[in-house]
């Protein structure tokens, strides 16, 4: 997990971390009927860089990042995010896969 120029993080506060198996945005479009495909999630001091998860089933995953500015737990305007919408990895049975994200876009 990183920041981009111009996002340096508040220690106080905390990062978001969710996978999906399925995109919550259609281009720049943020569509919540897709959190029903919540795979996993996890909320994070913003001073963790890296977090594992466990027992995952193979398969085609996104990843969101948010840097929850306002404590209030889900993506707002002020919030900061990842500009990579298309974060997408694929687990293979019995394997590990590592994901980098970078935080570089405030939402208006």
């Known amino acids: 997990i990183g920041f981009g120029s111009g996002h340096t993080p508040d220690p ?7 996978i999906t198996t399925q995109p919550l945005f259609s281009g720049f479009t ?20 890296a977090f594992t998860f466990n027992y ?3 398969g085609s995953y996104y990843l969101y990042s948010l840097y929850d500015a306002n404590g209030d737990g889900t993506f707002s305007s002020g ?5 990579n919408l298309t974060n997408t ?4 049975e019995l ?14």
């Open 89 to 92: 990895f694929t687990l293979a």
């Open 30 to 49: 943020f569509v919540p009927a897709q959190l029903k495909y919540r795979s996993r999630y996890v909320f994070l001091a913003s001073t963790d860089n």
């Open 56 to 58: 995952m089933h193979p």
């Open 12 to 18: 106080s506060k905390k990062v978001f971390l969710m």
């Open 79 to 83: 919030d900061w995010i990842s500009s």
């Open 95 to 108: 394997g590990n896969q590592t994901v980098n994200t970078t935080i570089d876009f405030t939402i208006p």
